[in-house]
């Protein structure tokens, strides 16, 4: 797969699920608070607030040129947190649209909705 192509600023949850059950290279990023995250959870992702983002992005340095999925609850924080990091190098960041609540919908339905 070539990093050079722009990929689209939002990922559907069943290309983020198709990626996971692929085996692909790619980083899912929760970027809701910890109390949110306690209530429901994608087991792959890593919980990354927003509120912590710009004081931590540095421990996102070693994936700068891997894929970023960023997900929240409906999908208005990541794209949000998508164009930051797109904004601050890390080209191959997408959020994925509707948030956790699509993931509860559409994809585990054993994720709690909120």
């Not at 722009?6 to 899912?28: H, N, R, Y």
């Amino acid at each position: 797969m070539m990093s050079e192509e722009k990929l689209p600023l939002e990922i559907a949850p069943q290309q983020v699920k198709a990626s996971l059950d692929a085996g692909e290279e790619f980083v899912l990023l929760d970027c809701r608070e910890s109390e949110e995250h306690a209530r429901a959870s994608i087991a792959a992702a890593t919980l990354f607030p927003m509120s912590e983002i710009q004081q931590r992005v540095g421990e996102l340095e070693p994936q700068r040129g891997r894929h970023i999925v960023v997900h929240c609850h409906l999908g208005g924080r990541s794209l949000q947190v998508a164009h930051w990091l797109r904004d601050e190098g890390f080209a191959r960041a997408q959020s994925m649209a509707g948030g956790i609540e699509a993931w509860s919908e559409e994809i585990d339905p054993s994720v709690p909705r909120y």
